[in-house]
């Protein structure tokens, strides 16, 4: 199974973008569908989670701003990101957790000031 995340891209300051993760088949029992994110010269860390029954945590710097969702059926998790912060740029990474661990292959976000 492989998970293919889009909608990254270049965006300036204020603006926004949609971080959509799909399975490559379907994955049953997803437990929790997160979003980690890895900045140049940075560890990787948790920006998002939202589990089966549709509870979401959030990374302190990001609350209020982006918003988690899925689908189920579809085997497809989101993030809405908006008002995004130069400090934002890294790559984002999707992971599905079963509790096998899946992880998607990143997809680039850059926010210019």
């Known amino acids: 199974v492989q998970l293919q995340a889009s909608g990254g891209g270049l965006v300036q300051a204020g603006g926004s973008l949609r971080l959509s993760c799909t399975a490559s088949r379907r994955i049953l029992s997803i437990k929790v569908m997160k979003w980690y994110r890895q900045a140049p010269g940075k560890q990787r860390e948790l920006v998002a989670a939202?589990?089966?029954?549709?509870?979401?945590t959030y990374a302190d710097q990001v609350k209020g701003r982006f918003t988690i969702s899925r689908d189920n059926a579809k085997n497809t998790v989101n993030l809405q990101m908006n008002s995004l912060k130069p400090e934002d740029t890294a790559v984002y990474y999707c992971n599905f957790i079963t509790p096998q661990d899946y992880w998607g292959q990143g997809t680039q976000v850059t926010v210019s000031s």
């Open positions: 939202i589990t089966s029954s549709g509870t979401t």
